[in-house]
Every structure is written in structure tokens, then in C-alpha cells.
């Protein structure tokens, strides 16, 4: 029934998503070539020419895209003004000082397995006036969760044979009173819904060698913490009660491990927060061994690949990933439950909660397709499919999971990104929206 469901909706979402692309593609059609955007010093932003706007032309695949100029016109002025007003500006957080060195933001979350947080981040660059860039944010959730997280690297800390060193120490620590757990394998229903406590802690460092241009070789070493538990205390479905002790290894006990391994990857993505072409080829290695504990040692692969594509049109982008990861316990050992390989909303399987699916092995695929509307707001139609499996013995080509959706992003002085999706796979709609702050 619930596989029956996801392909009407997927058929549902194919044909919204064709009537949209084709729409969007016969206005830019009959477009005059737009330049892309270059970063302009805020001083200049108010004074600063627009960019010319698609003539759509009266076709009836284009009238979603007519309905779309005049919902987010408001979306698009707000944008501007904000642009404009040194006070808007400092009252939203964007930018705190001219040289974009220096900056505070506001932090905003809806969605991430259907829950709420707001919260406040700082960036600097050119850090004790070097190439150091320092990040942190702290987000609080409505049921008192919380995420903070802190970063400095530099990209070139020093040369060697005429190639750069780069540099990153990192912590991230989360305290997540209901996390999802619905089972194990992909076949999972909705209904078995239950969730835990999870509290991570997770800090260390990794250096990058430039082998060649654009191909860099990153090893690591982290320290990975973290204790299930039953969470808030008044679950009506805990993971305790609903799944038996062989599903949930680790449950209830503090497991610490030594991550170390190796990043291997491929960038030549222009550097802008709104790729148009370029890609990420990636491949990392993991080698989780315990601290403290036996039983639960293991190794995990990940390969992602990533393409942009310019269309017909500068702001024409299509957007392709597709993503693998492979877990291997070691010893004998067992991976604990909540460190299974994931596809949910942030996987991205945009259509399902966060935690749906987990084992010990997951496959993704995304297109994205993104097209202008105003000149700081574009739209989306994206299809994503996936499944997890466990192991690559256990792989086949069947029980994949369909979702589609479409959206909106908006840019703010060339470095403000607010991604706002909808997306459903049969299971209910998933409203997703966060904000991406990028110097």
C-alpha cells in the first residue's frame, strides 16, 4: 500500500516537475543572456545595475511560472530592501562590518525531522590577520534540543613542493531528545516509528595535500563520543519498549571511538555558494575503533560525485549526485543503531523524516533542476530516490523510495543563501527550510 502511494505521488511530482522545467526552459528560451553574478563591495549594492529579467512569453506550460513571479515578488523585494538598508542589513545579522570579514548571522531551521530551531552564528576570515577562517553556531530547538559546532582552517598554512597545506581543527556537540528510529532494512514501515535519546560529541583535526591542481588527499584523526538513552521522558513510543535488543546495539551505554582514515577528492566546482558548474568527485574512509569498549569496531566507505551543469541560460542549472556508503563491522563487532547508514531528509531523500531508513549500506540519487525567477530568488524541481541495503551482497535494483518536490532560493548580497523545498515520497509533505551563510 505505502509503496503503491509513493509511486502515485512520484508520478504526481514527475509530471509537476516536467510542466515547471519546460515552462522555466521556454521562458529562458526567449531570454537575453543574463551575466553571472560577481560579488560587489556593500557600499555598491544599492547602486548596482539589475540584471535583465526573462520576457516569458504566454505558452501554457509557462503558467506556473507566471504564478511564481507573483508569489515571490514580495520574497524578492524584502531581499532588495535589505540589500539597500545599512539597518536591515545589521538588524537581520548578514553582514556586521564593509570588508565582509566579519560576520554575524541569524540561524534558522524548519523541517530537520519535522522540528523547529533558531540560533546565531559567527564567521571570520583573515583571522590575526592570516588566512584563518573561524566558524561557530549554537541552534536551540523548540523541545530544547541543541547543536553548536566550531571550526578554524586555513587553506594554505603552509607550501610544500610548490603545493598547498591545508588546515582544520573542528568540534561539533549535540544534545537530541527524540530522534527517530523506525527499524532496520528497507522495508521499514511508517508505523513503526519510535524514538531515543542521542547526545554526540565529536572533535579532532585534518590536514589536505593538493596532490594536483583540484585533487586534494586529506587524512584524519577525530575523537567520536556519544550515549543512547530513552530521551525525553515522556516518549509514548521509545525504541526500548517497540524494537528487541538485537536492533538496537548500544543502546543505553557512553561508546567512544578513535576515527581515523582518509578523504581523497576531486573539486573544481566554481567557488560561489550557487555552483553552476563545475563537480566533486570524493571518496572517504573511516576506521572506527573503540576507545575504552570492545564489541563495536567497524569500517565505513563513502563515494559521493556531484556535476553541475550550465543549460541554454546562465542561471539554467542542473544538478546531479548520487551517493554511496558502506558499513563493515570488524572482529565480530556490532555497529551501534543510530550510527547505521541514513536516508532521510538530509541524505537527501527529501520526501521522508530524518532517521527512515537506516542498515548498513545506503545508495542515493538526486537531479535538481534550478532556474531564475527574479534576480536574487530562484526555483526548484528536484527528484530524489534511494535505498538502503544491508551490505553490497545484499544489493539489488528494487525497494527504492521516490520523492520529488520543488522550492526556492534566495540570495542576499551575493553570499546569503535561504533554501526553502517541499517535498513528499507518500509519506505526508516535508517542508524544509534553512539558511546557508557562506564568505
Known sequence: MGLEVGRRWGLRSILIGCALILGAGKVAAQSPPMPTPVP????????????????????????????????????????????????????????????????????????????????????????????????????????????????????????????????????????DGDEDFFGIGPDTSESNKSEFGLQRFVIGTRFGFELIHNLSLSPRIFFDTALSNNGHADFPDSVEANFPPSELAGFGRTISYLDFGFRLAHDDRDPDINPRHGGLRELTFHRFMGVGQKGFDYFQWDVDVEQYFQLWHPRLVLWLHNGWTFQKESGGSQIPFYRLAELDVNSPLRGFDKGRFRDRGSVVFNVEFRYPIWDNVDGTVFFD???VFDGISNFAFKDFKLTGGGGLRVTVNEFYLFKLEVATGGEGVNVIFRAVQNL
Open 40 to 175: 560587489t563591495p556593500l557600499a555598491e549594492t544599492a547602486t548596482q545595475a539589475k540584471l535583465p529579467e526573462p520576457r516569458p512569453e504566454i505558452f501554457p506550460l509557462a503558467i506556473p511560472y507566471y504564478v511564481l513571479k507573483g508569489v515571490t515578488y514580495p520574497v524578492s523585494k524584502l531581499a532588495h530592501v535589505i540589500e539597500k538598508n545599512k539597518y536591515s542589513r545589521r538588524s537581520v545579522g548578514l553582514v556586521i562590518n564593509k570588508d565582509r570579514n566579519f560576520s554575524v548571522y541569524p540561524i534558522l531551521t524548519v523541517g530537520d525531522g519535522r522540528k523547529f530551531g533558531g540560533g546565531l552564528g559567527i564567521s571570520a576570515i583573515n583571522l590575526f590577520h592570516q588566512p584563518y577562517v573561524l566558524k561557530t553556531d549554537f541552534i536551540l530547538y523548540q523541545d530544547l534540543d541543541q547543536r553548536a559546532s566550531f571550526s578554524i582552517s586555513n587553506d594554505a598554512a603552509f607550501r610544500v613542493f610548490d603545493r598547498n597545506f591545508s588546515f582544520e581543527f573542528l568540534s561539533t556537540w549535540y544534545k
Open 385 to 387: 530516490t534511494g535505498r
